[in-house]
Antibody, heavy 127, light 107 residues
Framework: QVTLKESGPVLVKPTETLTLTCTVSGFSLSNARMGVSWIRQPPGKALEWLAHIFSNDEKSYTTSLKSRLTISKDTSKSQVVLTMTNMAPVDTATYYC???????????????????WGQGTTVTVSS | DIQMTQSPSSLSASVGDRVTIPCRASQSISYYLNWYQQQPGKAPKLLIYAASNLQSGVPSRFSGSGSGTDFTLTITSLQPEDFATYYCQQNYMTPWTFGLGTKVEIK
């Protein structure tokens, strides 16, 4: 059974750095078909994709937050870590991690989707 | 970045109705479009991948269509558990982006 679970602080102060951990089970972070993304959702608002780490350690970030985000993984611990610097109240949100996998292939084309999500962890930014 | 537009942001429907939810990409994304359902207080759930393929375990009343820039999620015979918010997401290129969602509410 594939599971992902987010962990981290519930409350951070403005200007602090947020560190979130996603612990996965049921698959390996070294599997070439898989990677892990972080997505957030402010209260009452839409999903926002933040960052992704591929099996080969390649990383990708959302444009607007690229300067503040760092994603990394520890394959031996089955963990993916997201850090976000200079936190502000607008960063208050539920943060999800999700597995992105090769879900289908058709000839030369491969299709991907975030097929398993963690339950999310709520982070409030307030002094 | 590719912008994903979902309009309307909400719609009202009754149990048993057929519902169509549109999604438009700001540029062609071929078939690299996924649909997710999010019920209140829960994590999103993958419904449709590659524009028209039903994820395992998802009821057959859900279907997806489209390619290029215009896509549609259809729910035939809406059930009580289908009242939720639906998001489209493009996988064509990073940064991957979600639409703002369409909330299906009870009429």
């Amino acid at each position: 059974q594939v599971t992902l679970k987010e962990s981290g602080p519930v409350l951070v102060k403005p200007t602090e750095t947020l560190t979130l951990t996603c612990t996965v089970s049921g698959f390996s972070l070294s599997n070439a078909r898989m990677g892990v993304s972080w997505i957030r959702q402010p209260p009452g608002k839409a999903l926002e994709w933040l960052a992704h780490i591929f099996s080969n350690d390649e990383k990708s970030y959302t444009t607007s937050l690229k300067s503040r985000l760092t994603i990394s993984k520890d394959t031996s611990k089955s963990q993916v870590v997201l850090t976000m610097t200079n936190m502000a109240p607008v960063d208050t949100a539920t943060y999800y991690c999700a597995r992105r996998t090769t879900i289908a292939a058709s000839g030369l084309y491969y299709y991907y989707a975030m097929d398993v999500w963690g339950q999310g962890t709520t982070v409030t930014v307030s002094s | 970045d590719i912008q994903m537009t979902q309009s309307p942001s909400s719609l009202s429907a009754s149990v048993g109705d057929r519902v169509t939810i549109p999604c438009r990409a700001s540029q062609s994304i071929s078939y690299y479009l996924n649909w997710y359902q999010q019920q209140p207080g829960k994590a999103p759930k993958l419904l449709i991948y590659a524009a028209s393929n039903l994820q395992s375990g998802v009821p057959s009343r859900f279907s997806g269509s489209g390619s290029g820039t215009d896509f549609t999620l259809t729910i035939t015979s809406l059930q009580p558990e289908d009242f939720a918010t639906y998001y489209c997401q493009q996988n064509y290129m990073t940064p991957w982006t979600f639409g703002l969602g369409t909330k299906v509410e009870i009429k």
